[in-house]
Each structure stands twice: as C-alpha cells, then as structure tokens.
C-alpha cells in the first residue's frame, strides 16, 4: 500500500514538474507585452491546468504556486509608487494568487471535457486577480481614465485573447489526444 502510495505521488510530482517546466518554456513565445507588465503567450497556462486535471486540485495548486514564483524571477515588473504596500500587492496579485488559482482546474480533476469548465473558471480567477491590481497598484497610468476601466481594458485585452487560445487549443487537444488530460488510474498507466 505504501509503495503504491509513493508510485503515484511520484508519478504526479515528475508530472507536475515536467508541465510546469513546458509552461515556463512557453511563456517566453509572446505574440505582444503590454506596456506596464502582461503578455500573450499562447498556451503557457494550459499545462498549468493540466496538473490540476489530471492529478487534483493538491498537485494543481502546488503546481500554480510554483509556477507564479517562476514568473516573478522571469519579469517582475515593479509597482510605480514603490512603497512596500505596493510591492506586496503585486506579488500578491500578479504572481502568486493569479497563477496558483490555474490549480484550481483540479476541481474538475475526472470530468470528461473538465478543461473546457476549468480553462474559462481559472483564467477568470486569474484575471480578476489582474483587474483588482489594476486598480489598487497600477492605477497612476489610467490619467483621466477612472482606474476600474483602465484596469478592464487593460487586462481583458490580454487575458481574452490567453483564454481564447487555451479553451480552444485545450478542446482540441481534449478531443484528440483524451490521454493527456486523463486521471492516471491506482496501478499508474493510462
């Protein structure tokens, strides 16, 4: 029972980290950066995801915790008012909450088609993240745009086009290749 134990979590953390490590890779093919930080990279979030779906919401958001304190060493982008607060708020909100909350995908760990409920919650969740930083932190570049809608415009340009590509390139990859975002079953094979 125990080595049984040990086989799967081994299983998922070797996963894990080689999921992890294709969305670190991916993140750096951009299509375009916004000025004052984010980005579109196509894909980077779906492995994230992954981890969530194929091995429950523990490993995912592991995972995701991992994976945001990869993106603040990649490109940390620093708050414009430089006090402490600020520092604080954009660790928080965008790294470490708005990528951990991709594990949240492991909710839907089971479900036949979870990335298609997973990708549009968690990327949501992550955006929201985004739009609240927009608003607490990075609101000195809205000029005389109210902060609420600067941070919308903003982050929704973006994060829209990154949940378009990961709904869609997931379903695909859902459709055509089940495997990979299939439980691995008690004995480790697909």
């Known amino acids: 029972m125990f080595i049984a134990g040990f086989r799967k979590n081994l299983r998922a953390l070797i996963e894990s980290s080689m999921l992890i490590a294709i969305g670190f890779i991916l993140s750096?093919?951009?299509?375009?950066?916004?000025?004052?930080?984010?980005?579109?990279?196509p894909l980077s979030m779906l492995p994230i995801l992954m981890i969530g779906l194929r091995h429950g919401l523990k490993f995912g958001l592991s995972g995701g915790f991992v994976y945001a304190c990869l993106q603040m060493l990649q490109e940390f982008w620093p708050p414009p008012s430089g006090t402490a607060a600020a520092y604080i708020a954009v660790v928080l909100?965008?790294?470490?909450?708005a990528f951990t909350v991709l594990g949240l995908s492991g909710l839907f760990r089971g479900r036949q088609y979870g990335i298609v409920y997973a990708a549009p919650m968690c990327v949501l969740l992550r955006f929201l993240c985004h739009f609240v930083s927009g608003i607490v932190v990075w609101s000195a570049y809205a000029g005389e745009t109210a902060a609420w809608v600067y941070s919308l415009s903003y982050n929704g340009s973006y994060m829209g086009i990154e949940l378009t590509f990961t709904t869609i390139i997931g379903l695909g990859l859902c459709r055509t290749a089940p495997v990979l975002f299939r439980t691995p079953d008690k004995h480790g094979a697909d």
């Open 28 to 41: 750096y093919f951009t299509l375009f950066k916004m000025p004052q930080g984010g980005s579109v990279t």
């Open 93 to 97: 909100l965008d790294y470490v909450i």
